[in-house]
């Protein structure tokens, strides 16, 4: 009986030792849940950063293609003025 109750306790403690085994690989497995949890984390703030980046850099070129129309759009317009004074200045020193 005492050979038999040796066996059990023999296969307790394998059970035993599987169990703790098994709770370190638990723990283990957590932490990196847990890492990579924060790597998701980390992954979507930068992305939403780049994107809020994205979109300033789009409304300052939106402004600067705005500009540049306006640029064009008065020298375009002084083009014209200046054209029409030339015009004018060759009328007058034809009539002469």
Known sequence: MAANQTGVHKKMDKILQKL???E????ALLKQ???LAQLVVLARQDSTRQQQESQTM???SQAMLRDVGQMLLEIKQSSDR???RVAAILAETRQH
């Not at 370190?24 to 723990?27: G, I, P, T």
Request: glycine share 0%; net charge negative; proline share 0%.
């Open 20 to 22: 703790a085994t098994l």
């Open 24 to 27: 370190d690989n638990d723990k």
């Open 33 to 35: 849940t847990n890492y």
């Open 58 to 60: 789009l409304r300052e």
């Open 82 to 84: 200046t054209e029409e």
